[in-house]
């Protein structure tokens, strides 16, 4: 299946939920009311922007990206297979991975396609804005301790994770993979709380395999089956979607997979979240210019705040709150000089020197947007 | 007369000239085969950014701009009168004015519109892209010189210039005015030689204002009548044009002619003149990214480049000529790391620290566009 005919097929999916929605005048998705639906079924929510205010995103608030739908995964006698390249394959019942030594990380996870929406040319795929982003503390297994236990061969090169989400219509199951390194590090794990609590069903209750630093389709809803195998897999979402050209190409480009590699880490960003785009403000009155900043597997080194369209910038001040894997908050007192309408903008740099772009790489899927972000002030005379 | 009928008014005209043209099936003006024509009549050309190379633009590649189109002025009685609120009128004929001291400067003038056609939401006025820009050396006589010898009465706080162009159909004469500070400096000069030949017609024959460091509408061409005046000029090209909002505005707002300010100085840019844009490299080799960067009154202190959408910068060299108010030639030499489509960036700062900003500031006429510059490159394997 092409990337062209899996939006046909989503597309379809999508006219037919319209078609049926105000049967049930829908409008929000039960326990998660305050996100902005990007789309019913499969379940595509993102945070409103300004409901960023701690360095743990709380889970009803945490965007939510599908591709099939959540299934239902109430079962009480789920199951967690390994099979492939292994010595031993195993059948894990629930209480088994809570038996291995509980592992906890904290991670800023973002949807590869967060920012599509400001893309130009324009791409195909949910309309993602800047709210496909979220911070949370899981806990579970090290996927290490599970993979030791059922023995990796020494062939294996990568390992596929199959959730309970199955294929529909034209749109295949949703299979990704991770290289041996990454699957072996101590810090990818198996979990089965987030933030404490027992992962929500739209979050992967029971088992969610967690990713830390690398795009969100990596971390797999719903985990029922791994695999080790010696070759990357051979299914849609590995071979096809969330690939990202070897080199830049042109705006509009169409690019054939074999000049696509699979994406990895999370790319430096920031994030305005106060103040909302549009606010008003006065002039003599301070105004906190806050938000986060976010670099995948590395940390930020520094974000700086413009209000004068980019042309000079101000250091913020980073937060306390800082673990590898996690945005980092920023907050820079500003007054405004005059009255007027200013541009904010914030740019985050990473501890290797990365700084966040002015144009972003134009990618025929529209991933890994991490332009300067702004947000737009009208400024009047106190 | 308000903006929107001065625009109202020069769209008639050139609905006229449309009608008309086929009949001449005039597609260059005469001497000026090279430059883009944005308007036959008015005379509105633009330069090419890729026949930008040397400090001086020769003047059959200098860009030109004009309100009411070029006036015959072969006459050989010209005469410079110099009246209003001054003790002794006068009324100088050329080998008058060629009797001061000579003095030269050489000065970059650009169009307040250059880069009109890039802000968004678009404004009405002539589309300049990048090349409504260039430099001379301009030689003449002191305006101090000329207007001490009418004798400046004490209460004079303006001095406004008239040329031969006249109003016609509804646009009003072109009139402008310079506070008496910038009028006695002693770099602001009456020219009558433009890079060492008399001023050629359609850039001001036989005498013309140079305002150096100030947007080019300052420098009047033909000019034939100076008046000292106890306050601004009245007229529709100092009350409603040529102004600027004294707070930044809302992109697309409307902006009473008292929330604005005359413009007066030049802003930091840089320009870009090799690769073109849309150029073909290849990788291993090297390409010289040159270009020239200017400040109005101010100098520029560096030009950094980026080939990676501007999240890393390197410092580019600085030309060796160097004159107040002119440009200054950047150069950096670069090799492509791999075949793939760049975004070459130039970033220009000012001695004052002033750089360029990512998004300048909108405003109604559209002036002093100034983002950070770019041309795209496509790279291809050696």
């Known amino acids: 299946m092409t990337t062209r005919r899996y939006f046909i097929a989503l597309g379809a999916a999508a006219a037919f939920v319209k078609a049926v929605k105000p049967a049930f005048a829908q409008k929000t998705i039960a326990g998660k009311e305050k996100l902005i639906v990007r789309s019913f079924h499969p379940e595509d929510l993102e945070t409103p922007v300004e409901l960023f205010n701690s360095f743990i995103t709380p889970n009803d608030l945490f965007y939510v990206r599908h591709h099939l739908g959540a299934p239902?995964?109430?079962?009480?006698?789920?199951?967690?297979?390994?099979?492939?390249?292994?010595?031993?394959?195993?059948?894990?019942?629930?209480?088994d991975v809570r038996r291995f030594p509980r592992a906890s990380v904290t991670v800023t996870l973002e949807c590869a396609g967060n920012g599509r929406a400001f893309f130009d040319p324009a791409v195909a795929g949910i309309q993602w804005e800047k709210g496909a982003v979220g911070t949370a503390r899981w806990t579970g297994a090290r996927l290490a301790d599970i993979l030791n236990k059922a023995g990796i061969k020494s062939e294996t090169?990568?390992?596929?994770?199959?959730?309970?989400?199955?294929?529909?219509?034209?749109?295949?199951?949703?299979?990704?993979?991770?290289?041996?390194?990454?699957?072996?590090?101590?810090?990818?794990?198996?979990?089965?709380?987030?933030?404490?609590?027992?992962i929500p069903p739209l979050h992967g209750f029971p088992l969610r395999l967690i990713v830390p630093g690398?795009?969100?389709?990596?971390?797999?809803?719903?985990?029922?089956?791994?695999?080790?195998?010696?070759a990357e897999h051979d299914g849609f979402f590995v071979k096809t979607?969330?690939?990202?050209?070897?080199?830049?190409?042109?705006p509009g480009a169409?690019?054939?997979?074999?000049?696509?590699?699979?994406?990895?880490?999370?790319?430096?960003?920031?994030?305005?979240?106060?103040?909302?785009?549009?606010?008003?403000?006065?002039?003599?009155?301070?105004?906190?210019?806050?938000?986060?900043?976010?670099?995948?597997?590395?940390?930020i080194a520094k974000v700086d705040i413009s209000v004068d369209g980019g042309s000079t910038w101000m250091e913020a001040a980073l937060g306390r709150e800082?673990?590898?894997?996690?945005?980092?908050?920023?907050?820079?007192?500003?007054?405004?000089?005059?009255?007027?309408?200013?541009?904010?903008?914030?740019?985050?740099?990473?501890?290797?020197?990365?700084?966040?772009?002015?144009?972003?790489?134009?990618?025929?899927?529209?991933?890994?947007?991490?332009?300067?972000?702004?947000?737009?002030?009208?400024?009047?005379?106190?």
Chains 1, 2 share one sequence.
Not at 163 to 191: C, E, V, W, Y
Not at 241 to 250: G, K
Not at 269 to 286: E, H, N, W
Request: aromatic residues 12%; proline residues 6%.
């Open 241 to 250: 979607a969330y690939r990202y050209p070897t080199r830049r190409v042109m």
């Open 214 to 230: 690398w795009e969100g389709a990596y971390s797999v809803k719903w985990l029922e089956k791994i695999a080790a195998l010696d």
């Open 322 to 382: 800082h673990e590898r894997y996690s945005w980092r908050q920023f907050s820079r007192e500003i007054k405004f000089p005059a009255a007027g309408y200013y541009t904010v903008m914030s740019r985050a740099t990473d501890q290797k020197g990365r700084m966040q772009p002015i144009e972003p790489a134009w990618n025929p899927s529209g991933y890994l947007w991490n332009a300067i972000d702004k947000v737009r002030v009208n400024v009047e005379a106190a």
């Open 157 to 198: 090169k990568y390992v596929s994770f199959d959730g309970a989400d199955k294929g529909f219509a034209k749109i295949p199951d949703f299979i990704r993979n991770l290289p041996l390194s990454k699957a072996m590090h101590p810090d990818t794990i198996i979990a089965y709380e987030m933030n404490g609590v027992p």
């Open 72 to 95: 239902g995964t109430e079962s009480t006698n789920w199951k967690l297979d390994v099979s492939g390249l292994v010595s031993s394959p195993q059948s894990f019942a629930l209480e």
């Open 254 to 299: 169409t690019v054939d997979a074999k000049d696509m590699a699979p994406l990895t880490g999370l790319v430096v960003k920031s994030l305005i979240t106060s103040p909302k785009d549009k606010a008003s403000a006065r002039t003599g009155t301070s105004v906190l210019v806050t938000g986060f900043a976010w670099a995948g597997e590395d940390e």
